[in-house]
Nanobody
């Protein structure tokens, strides 16, 4: 069983920055992939950024150049640095991991609100 604890959400003004953290209970070296998703009210959950075991990353088009996913294997933590935030980035952000057995685990979500 993998437990994920997210933190770092909050209220920020447009143009501001936040860094989300996702701390995993197990070694992230054992995961095939980790990612950040978001779900805005009335919309489907979507992938924002992902990182695979080899370190390759991918991003949803609207966040390219603004968001950066990274990991700290010593702390078993994945981060999402979000810069130049826009109101349309407002959503609940979720961390997900996929184990080597292709089992998915989700975090509880953290609210990000971008508003003046």
């Amino acid at each position: 069983q993998v437990q994920l604890v997210e933190s770092g959400g909050g209220l920020v003004q447009p143009g501001g920055s936040l860094r989300l953290s996702c701390a995993a209970s197990g070694s992230i070296f054992s995961f095939n992939a980790m990612g950040w998703y978001r779900q805005a009210p009335g919309k489907q959950r979507e992938l924002v950024a992902g990182i695979i075991s080899g370190g390759r990353t991918n991003y949803e088009d609207s966040v390219k150049g603004r968001f950066t996913i990274s990991r700290d294997t010593a702390k078993n933590t994945v981060y999402l640095q979000m810069n130049s935030l826009k109101p349309e980035d407002t959503a609940v952000y979720y961390c997900k991991v996929v184990t080597q057995r292709m089992i998915e685990y989700w975090g509880q979500g953290t609210q990000v609100t971008v508003s003046s």
